[in-house]
Protein backbone atom coordinates (compact mmCIF):
# COMPACT_ATOMS: atom_id res chain seq x y z
CA UNK A 1 0.00 0.00 0.00
CA UNK A 2 1.25 3.15 -0.94
CA UNK A 3 2.16 5.93 1.87
CA UNK A 4 -0.42 8.89 2.35
CA UNK A 5 0.25 12.17 1.49
CA UNK A 6 1.18 14.86 4.73
CA UNK A 7 -0.18 17.97 3.95
CA UNK A 8 3.03 19.89 4.11
CA UNK A 9 4.81 17.53 1.59
CA UNK A 10 1.84 17.81 -0.82
CA UNK A 11 2.15 21.71 -0.50
CA UNK A 12 6.19 21.36 -0.89
CA UNK A 13 4.82 19.14 -4.07
CA UNK A 14 2.70 21.50 -5.67
CA UNK A 15 5.26 24.48 -4.75
CA UNK A 16 8.05 22.64 -6.51
CA UNK A 17 6.19 23.75 -9.82
CA UNK A 18 7.25 26.58 -11.09
CA UNK A 19 4.45 28.69 -12.89
CA UNK A 20 5.31 28.93 -17.15
CA UNK A 21 7.40 32.43 -18.13
CA UNK A 22 5.07 34.79 -19.28
CA UNK A 23 6.25 35.58 -22.87
CA UNK A 24 8.93 38.41 -23.78
CA UNK A 25 6.39 40.26 -25.24
CA UNK A 26 4.07 40.80 -22.71
CA UNK A 27 7.29 42.69 -20.63
CA UNK A 28 7.65 44.79 -23.47
CA UNK A 29 4.06 45.73 -23.79
CA UNK A 30 4.15 46.89 -20.48
CA UNK A 31 7.70 48.65 -20.63
CA UNK A 32 5.74 49.99 -23.69
CA UNK A 33 2.79 51.13 -21.46
CA UNK A 34 4.69 52.31 -18.17
CA UNK A 35 6.95 54.71 -21.29
CA UNK A 36 4.24 55.90 -22.35
CA UNK A 37 3.31 57.22 -18.86
CA UNK A 38 6.72 58.45 -17.97
CA UNK A 39 6.70 60.51 -21.75
CA UNK A 40 3.50 62.11 -19.98
CA UNK A 41 5.18 62.91 -17.04
CA UNK A 42 8.53 63.83 -18.38
CA UNK A 43 6.46 66.75 -20.49
CA UNK A 44 6.70 69.88 -18.20
CA UNK A 45 4.21 71.76 -20.34
CA UNK A 46 3.26 74.52 -18.77
CA UNK A 47 -0.30 75.67 -19.14
CA UNK A 48 -0.93 79.04 -20.77
CA UNK A 49 -1.62 82.15 -18.44
CA UNK A 50 -5.30 82.17 -18.84
CA UNK A 51 -6.83 85.21 -17.70
CA UNK A 52 -9.50 84.71 -15.95
CA UNK A 53 -11.87 87.52 -16.45
CA UNK A 54 -11.06 87.34 -20.49
CA UNK A 55 -13.90 85.06 -21.64
CA UNK A 56 -16.44 86.70 -20.03
CA UNK A 57 -15.62 90.03 -20.71
CA UNK A 58 -15.16 89.30 -24.33
CA UNK A 59 -18.48 87.72 -24.59
CA UNK A 60 -19.66 91.16 -22.33
CA UNK A 61 -17.98 93.30 -24.94
CA UNK A 62 -20.10 91.18 -28.04
CA UNK A 63 -23.11 91.86 -26.17
CA UNK A 64 -22.78 95.87 -25.74
CA UNK A 65 -21.60 95.95 -29.19
CA UNK A 66 -24.32 94.27 -29.88
CA UNK A 67 -26.71 96.76 -27.73
CA UNK A 68 -25.16 99.68 -29.05
CA UNK A 69 -25.61 98.60 -32.61
CA UNK A 70 -29.44 97.95 -31.83
CA UNK A 71 -30.09 101.46 -29.96
CA UNK A 72 -28.15 103.16 -32.59
CA UNK A 73 -30.36 101.65 -35.12
CA UNK A 74 -33.34 102.27 -32.58
CA UNK A 75 -32.38 106.07 -31.55
CA UNK A 76 -31.96 107.17 -35.30
CA UNK A 77 -35.53 106.79 -35.83
CA UNK A 78 -35.92 109.45 -33.14
CA UNK A 79 -35.99 112.68 -31.31
CA UNK A 80 -33.81 112.91 -28.28
CA UNK A 81 -35.98 114.03 -25.89
CA UNK A 82 -35.27 117.68 -24.58
CA UNK A 83 -35.24 116.75 -21.19
CA UNK A 84 -35.67 113.69 -19.22
CA UNK A 85 -37.96 113.63 -16.13
CA UNK A 86 -35.05 112.58 -14.23
CA UNK A 87 -31.94 114.11 -13.94
CA UNK A 88 -28.78 111.48 -15.53
CA UNK A 89 -27.37 109.96 -13.22
CA UNK A 90 -23.58 109.76 -14.15
CA UNK A 91 -22.05 106.73 -13.99
CA UNK A 92 -18.63 105.81 -12.60
CA UNK A 93 -16.61 102.86 -11.80
CA UNK A 94 -18.54 101.36 -8.17
CA UNK A 95 -14.94 100.99 -7.40
CA UNK A 96 -11.35 101.97 -8.44
CA UNK A 97 -9.97 98.69 -10.61
CA UNK A 98 -13.16 97.51 -11.58
CA UNK A 99 -13.07 97.86 -15.58
CA UNK A 100 -16.68 98.59 -17.37
CA UNK A 101 -18.05 96.00 -19.95
CA UNK A 102 -20.89 96.44 -20.89
CA UNK A 103 -24.01 98.66 -20.44
CA UNK A 104 -27.19 97.39 -21.15
CA UNK A 105 -30.92 99.26 -21.38
CA UNK A 106 -33.67 97.57 -21.39
CA UNK A 107 -37.33 99.18 -21.27
CA UNK A 108 -39.74 97.65 -19.40
CA UNK A 109 -42.86 99.87 -20.02
CA UNK A 110 -43.71 102.22 -22.89
CA UNK A 111 -46.65 104.64 -22.00
CA UNK A 112 -48.06 106.36 -25.08
CA UNK A 113 -48.85 110.09 -23.65
CA UNK A 114 -50.79 110.99 -26.86
CA UNK A 115 -50.12 113.46 -29.94
CA UNK A 116 -49.80 117.38 -28.63
CA UNK A 117 -49.08 120.41 -30.54
CA UNK A 118 -46.00 122.71 -30.42
CA UNK A 119 -46.58 126.23 -30.31
CA UNK A 120 -45.94 126.43 -34.11
CA UNK A 121 -48.73 124.03 -34.29
CA UNK A 122 -46.36 121.46 -35.39
CA UNK A 123 -47.39 117.88 -34.15
CA UNK A 124 -45.46 115.40 -31.67
CA UNK A 125 -46.20 111.94 -30.43
CA UNK A 126 -44.70 111.64 -26.64
CA UNK A 127 -43.67 108.50 -25.68
CA UNK A 128 -42.94 107.94 -21.69
CA UNK A 129 -40.04 105.25 -21.44
CA UNK A 130 -39.34 103.43 -18.04
CA UNK A 131 -36.40 100.95 -18.19
CA UNK A 132 -33.48 99.76 -16.72
CA UNK A 133 -29.89 100.62 -17.39
CA UNK A 134 -27.65 97.76 -16.52
CA UNK A 135 -23.69 98.27 -16.24
CA UNK A 136 -21.14 95.46 -15.54
CA UNK A 137 -18.06 95.89 -14.45
CA UNK A 138 -15.35 93.18 -14.00
CA UNK A 139 -12.54 92.83 -10.75
CA UNK A 140 -9.47 91.91 -13.19
CA UNK A 141 -8.01 90.21 -10.28
CA UNK A 142 -10.14 88.04 -9.38
CA UNK A 143 -12.64 88.12 -12.07
CA UNK A 144 -15.54 88.80 -9.94
CA UNK A 145 -18.64 90.62 -11.54
CA UNK A 146 -20.25 93.67 -10.59
CA UNK A 147 -23.63 94.81 -11.98
CA UNK A 148 -24.95 98.17 -10.89
CA UNK A 149 -28.57 98.60 -12.09
CA UNK A 150 -30.16 101.42 -12.26
CA UNK A 151 -33.81 102.97 -13.52
CA UNK A 152 -34.51 104.95 -15.42
CA UNK A 153 -37.55 106.64 -16.99
CA UNK A 154 -37.50 108.92 -20.61
CA UNK A 155 -39.91 110.94 -22.49
CA UNK A 156 -39.20 110.86 -25.82
CA UNK A 157 -40.87 112.88 -28.93
CA UNK A 158 -41.24 111.48 -32.06
CA UNK A 159 -42.19 113.56 -35.21
CA UNK A 160 -45.66 112.85 -36.43
CA UNK A 161 -46.59 113.73 -39.91
CA UNK A 162 -50.14 113.61 -41.55
CA UNK A 163 -50.19 112.94 -44.78
CA UNK B 1 9.38 58.36 -6.95
CA UNK B 2 10.72 55.04 -7.62
CA UNK B 3 13.49 54.28 -10.43
CA UNK B 4 11.91 53.48 -13.76
CA UNK B 5 13.91 49.98 -14.04
CA UNK B 6 12.01 48.95 -10.09
CA UNK B 7 9.14 48.03 -12.10
CA UNK B 8 10.80 45.47 -14.44
CA UNK B 9 12.49 43.64 -11.41
CA UNK B 10 9.15 43.39 -9.57
CA UNK B 11 7.79 42.50 -12.83
CA UNK B 12 9.84 39.97 -13.50
CA UNK B 13 9.23 38.45 -10.18
CA UNK B 14 5.58 38.33 -9.96
CA UNK B 15 4.47 37.95 -13.53
CA UNK B 16 4.63 34.61 -13.82
CA UNK B 17 2.68 33.69 -10.73
CA UNK B 18 0.25 36.20 -11.61
CA UNK B 19 -0.44 35.42 -14.90
CA UNK B 20 -0.85 31.31 -13.50
CA UNK B 21 -3.60 33.35 -11.18
CA UNK B 22 -5.62 34.96 -14.36
CA UNK B 23 -5.21 31.57 -15.83
CA UNK B 24 -7.96 30.14 -13.34
CA UNK B 25 -9.98 32.75 -14.64
CA UNK B 26 -9.95 33.23 -17.90
CA UNK B 27 -9.55 30.66 -20.95
CA UNK B 28 -6.30 31.10 -22.48
CA UNK B 29 -2.81 32.02 -21.94
CA UNK B 30 -2.75 35.28 -24.06
CA UNK B 31 -6.17 36.16 -22.10
CA UNK B 32 -4.42 36.00 -19.06
CA UNK B 33 -1.38 37.51 -19.98
CA UNK B 34 -3.89 40.09 -21.18
CA UNK B 35 -5.40 40.73 -17.67
CA UNK B 36 -1.63 40.94 -16.00
CA UNK B 37 -0.76 43.39 -18.52
CA UNK B 38 -3.62 45.88 -17.79
CA UNK B 39 -3.58 45.13 -13.78
CA UNK B 40 -0.10 45.40 -13.50
CA UNK B 41 0.11 49.03 -15.32
CA UNK B 42 -2.82 50.00 -13.12
CA UNK B 43 -1.35 48.98 -9.93
CA UNK B 44 2.56 50.16 -11.11
CA UNK B 45 0.80 53.82 -11.86
CA UNK B 46 -1.20 53.70 -8.37
CA UNK B 47 1.75 52.07 -6.08
CA UNK B 48 5.06 53.12 -8.19
CA UNK B 49 7.34 52.35 -4.78
CA UNK B 50 6.74 48.42 -5.24
CA UNK B 51 5.79 48.11 -1.84
CA UNK B 52 4.86 44.21 -1.01
CA UNK B 53 2.19 45.01 1.41
CA UNK B 54 0.25 46.33 -1.83
CA UNK B 55 0.77 43.21 -3.88
CA UNK B 56 -2.48 41.63 -2.75
CA UNK B 57 -4.16 44.28 -4.40
CA UNK B 58 -2.57 43.48 -7.59
CA UNK B 59 -3.98 40.13 -7.55
CA UNK B 60 -7.16 41.62 -7.01
CA UNK B 61 -6.89 43.54 -9.77
CA UNK B 62 -6.22 40.45 -11.39
CA UNK B 63 -9.03 39.10 -10.26
CA UNK B 64 -11.52 42.15 -11.44
CA UNK B 65 -10.27 42.56 -15.29
CA UNK B 66 -10.51 38.82 -15.10
CA UNK B 67 -13.56 38.76 -14.12
CA UNK B 68 -14.71 41.53 -16.31
CA UNK B 69 -13.11 39.86 -19.28
CA UNK B 70 -14.55 36.49 -18.98
CA UNK B 71 -18.17 37.67 -19.15
CA UNK B 72 -17.37 39.96 -22.22
CA UNK B 73 -15.99 36.77 -23.60
CA UNK B 74 -18.99 34.62 -22.80
CA UNK B 75 -20.96 36.83 -24.18
CA UNK B 76 -18.69 36.84 -27.50
CA UNK B 77 -18.38 33.12 -27.41
CA UNK B 78 -21.73 32.84 -27.32
CA UNK B 79 -22.06 35.19 -30.63
CA UNK B 80 -19.84 33.99 -32.06
CA UNK B 81 -18.09 30.72 -31.27
CA UNK B 82 -14.57 29.71 -30.33
CA UNK B 83 -12.08 30.63 -32.09
CA UNK B 84 -9.20 28.06 -33.10
CA UNK B 85 -6.56 30.37 -31.76
CA UNK B 86 -8.35 31.02 -28.44
CA UNK B 87 -8.73 26.97 -28.14
CA UNK B 88 -5.11 26.13 -28.55
CA UNK B 89 -4.08 28.37 -26.31
CA UNK B 90 -6.44 26.67 -23.76
CA UNK B 91 -3.98 23.67 -23.63
CA UNK B 92 -0.72 25.53 -22.96
CA UNK B 93 0.78 24.47 -20.06
CA UNK B 94 0.75 26.74 -16.62
CA UNK B 95 3.52 25.45 -15.15
CA UNK B 96 7.46 25.30 -16.57
CA UNK B 97 8.69 22.33 -15.01
CA UNK B 98 12.75 21.04 -14.59
CA UNK B 99 13.30 18.35 -17.63
CA UNK B 100 12.56 15.67 -14.76
CA UNK B 101 9.48 16.97 -13.29
CA UNK B 102 7.56 16.81 -16.48
CA UNK B 103 5.56 14.04 -16.01
CA UNK B 104 4.67 15.56 -12.33
CA UNK B 105 3.66 18.62 -13.78
CA UNK B 106 1.20 16.91 -15.88
CA UNK B 107 -0.30 15.04 -13.68
CA UNK B 108 -0.69 18.11 -11.04
CA UNK B 109 -1.47 20.57 -13.90
CA UNK B 110 -4.74 17.45 -14.78
CA UNK B 111 -5.28 17.63 -10.71
CA UNK B 112 -5.66 21.05 -10.39
CA UNK B 113 -8.16 21.18 -12.98
CA UNK B 114 -10.41 19.15 -11.40
CA UNK B 115 -10.54 20.99 -8.70
CA UNK B 116 -13.72 23.17 -8.44
CA UNK B 117 -13.02 26.97 -9.94
CA UNK B 118 -13.22 28.28 -6.06
CA UNK B 119 -10.76 25.86 -4.73
CA UNK B 120 -8.62 26.56 -7.24
CA UNK B 121 -8.55 29.48 -7.24
CA UNK B 122 -7.84 29.65 -3.16
CA UNK B 123 -4.83 27.17 -4.08
CA UNK B 124 -3.09 29.12 -6.58
CA UNK B 125 -3.10 32.30 -4.60
CA UNK B 126 -1.88 30.61 -1.25
CA UNK B 127 0.75 28.17 -2.80
CA UNK B 128 1.86 29.99 -5.82
CA UNK B 129 0.89 33.67 -4.93
CA UNK B 130 2.00 33.74 -1.64
CA UNK B 131 -0.90 35.16 0.09
CA UNK B 132 -2.52 34.30 3.44
CA UNK B 133 -5.76 33.18 3.87
CA UNK B 134 -7.00 36.96 5.25
CA UNK B 135 -5.62 38.58 1.85
CA UNK B 136 -7.16 36.04 -0.08
CA UNK B 137 -9.91 36.39 1.88
CA UNK B 138 -10.25 40.27 1.09
CA UNK B 139 -9.67 39.77 -2.51
CA UNK B 140 -12.34 37.14 -3.13
CA UNK B 141 -15.15 39.15 -0.28
CA UNK B 142 -15.28 35.83 1.14
CA UNK B 143 -14.55 34.97 4.79
CA UNK B 144 -11.41 33.58 6.03
CA UNK B 145 -13.14 30.04 7.52
CA UNK B 146 -14.13 29.98 4.42
CA UNK B 147 -11.29 30.59 2.07
CA UNK B 148 -9.58 27.66 5.08
CA UNK B 149 -12.16 25.62 4.05
CA UNK B 150 -11.65 25.98 0.57
CA UNK B 151 -8.19 25.25 0.83
CA UNK B 152 -8.53 21.93 3.04
CA UNK B 153 -10.93 20.81 0.62
CA UNK B 154 -8.64 21.19 -2.19
CA UNK B 155 -5.77 19.39 -0.56
CA UNK B 156 -8.23 16.28 0.22
CA UNK B 157 -9.31 15.95 -3.49
CA UNK B 158 -5.41 16.52 -5.02
CA UNK B 159 -4.55 13.78 -1.78
CA UNK B 160 -6.97 11.65 -3.08
CA UNK B 161 -5.71 12.24 -6.82
CA UNK B 162 -1.82 12.10 -6.41
CA UNK B 163 -1.73 9.47 -3.84
CA UNK B 164 -2.21 6.77 -6.08
CA UNK B 165 0.20 8.14 -8.65
CA UNK B 166 2.50 9.47 -5.56
CA UNK B 167 5.55 6.86 -7.09
CA UNK B 168 5.67 8.86 -10.23
CA UNK B 169 5.68 12.14 -9.05
CA UNK B 170 9.35 13.50 -8.72
CA UNK B 171 9.96 16.68 -6.51
CA UNK B 172 12.36 19.02 -6.90
CA UNK B 173 13.23 22.16 -5.41
CA UNK B 174 13.59 25.18 -7.51
CA UNK B 175 17.08 27.17 -7.32
CA UNK B 176 16.84 29.68 -5.04
CA UNK B 177 17.68 32.12 -8.16
CA UNK B 178 14.13 31.40 -9.49
CA UNK B 179 12.25 31.02 -6.39
CA UNK B 180 8.85 31.70 -7.92
CA UNK B 181 6.26 31.24 -4.42
CA UNK B 182 8.92 33.81 -2.30
CA UNK B 183 7.50 37.50 -2.86
CA UNK B 184 9.78 39.84 -3.76
CA UNK B 185 10.39 42.15 -0.50
CA UNK B 186 8.95 39.70 2.14
CA UNK B 187 10.00 36.27 3.33
CA UNK B 188 8.14 33.66 2.86
CA UNK B 189 7.40 32.41 6.42
CA UNK B 190 5.75 35.76 6.82
CA UNK B 191 3.68 35.67 4.06
CA UNK B 192 2.54 32.03 4.74
CA UNK B 193 2.21 32.73 8.40
Not at chain 1, 15 to 27: F, G, K, N, Q, T
Request: proline share 7%; hydrophobic share 40%; aromatic share 8%.
Amino acid sequence: MKPDFHAPELENLLRSLAPAAVSPELSSRVEEELRLDMSWLSQTTKRPHTVRWLAPVTYAALGAAAAIAVMSTFSSGLTLPASTSQPTVAVSAPQSGVMPVSTISEWDDVQDEGIRYTADRMPQKHVRVRGTERHLYIDPRDGAEIIVEYPREQSLVLPVSFQ
Amino acid sequence: MAPAFDWKRTFDQLAPQLVLYARQLVQTKADAEDVVQMAFVRWWRRFPDGDAQHIPLLYAAVRTIALDQRRSDNRRVTREGKSDIAIAGENAPCFDPQPEQRETAEIIENALQDLSKEQREVVTLHLWGGLTFKEIAAISGESINTIAGRYRYALNNLHKKLTPVRDELVTSEPPASTAFNVLPFTSQSEVLS
